[in-house]
């Protein structure tokens, strides 16, 4: 089955400064990369997601990009904002299951 | 638009007792519906899903049963429940469109086992 690490596990950063979380996966048929946000307490959210004939996409401050050949994805945010502070997984699929990473703890420092 | 519901929110149950959450979406057609885990701290792991009424898939052995008696309907269960099913446990829906599969969350439901 897909396995999805991601890295790193927390990450710190200064507002206004950019966050970049990676992932990689193993499954080649999997076709479709979801990021998701979860706030304390709260169910994830999706926030951006990419399909596997797409190498980058972007909306506002959050960009995703996919690299194929060799099974990684990213996400990153620009000029973060202190309600960026949230924990972020990365998740692949080609069937009807996600695979999910393990989870980025971001914490956005005023 | 699509909604998706889950009760209760919050459970306290004692080891040894039983568990039936349910989880129902509005607004759509024959979805697929899955059950994650989430242990404090930790990441999401799947525990079951269904593509249809009476379609069952377990990801994980356990002592968790789960079932889908209408369209929309997907109900976890167990007989005699563990410290260790403490969580949060979130339903999902997800509707396979050219085999991208967009997952969205309800609000899950926070379970303490004592």
């Known amino acids: 089955g897909e396995n999805v690490e991601q890295h790193p596990s927390t990450l710190s950063v200064q507002e206004g400064d950019s966050a970049v979380i990676k992932c990689t996966y193993s499954?080649?048929?999997?076709?479709?990369f979801p990021w998701y946000k979860q706030e304390l307490g709260k169910r994830p959210q999706l926030i951006i997601d990419?399909?596997?004939?797409?190498g980058e996409k972007k909306d506002q401050r959050i960009a995703v990009t996919l690299n194929k050949t060799a099974k990684h994805f990213s996400l990153h945010i620009t000029e973060t904002q202190p309600e960026d502070s949230a924990v972020y997984f990365c998740?692949?699929?080609?069937?009807?299951?996600?695979?999910f990473g393990a989870g980025t703890t971001v914490t956005v420092r005023a | 638009s699509q909604t998706i519901h889950q009760w209760p929110a919050t459970l306290v149950q004692p080891v040894g007792s039983p568990l039936s959450l349910e989880c129902t979406v509005e607004?759509?057609?024959?979805?697929?519906l899955y059950w994650y885990r989430q242990a404090a701290g930790r990441g999401l792991q799947l525990l079951f899903y269904?593509?249809?009424?009476?379609?069952i898939s377990s990801e994980v052995p356990q002592n968790l049963s789960a079932s889908r008696p209408q369209d929309r309907q997907f109900i976890l269960s167990s007989k005699k429940l563990l410290l260790s099913d403490s969580g949060f446990y979130l339903c999902?829906?997800?509707?396979?469109?050219?085999?991208?599969?967009?997952?969205?969350f309800g609000p899950g439901t926070r379970l303490t086992v004592l």
């Open positions: 990419i399909r596997s004939n797409v």
């Open positions: 499954d080649s048929a999997s076709n479709y």
């Open positions: 998740a692949a699929s080609g069937d009807y299951k996600l695979s």
């Open positions: 999902a829906w997800s509707v396979l469109a050219g085999r991208v599969n967009e997952q969205f």
């Open positions: 269904s593509v249809g009424i009476g379609q």
């Open positions: 607004g759509t057609s024959n979805p697929n």
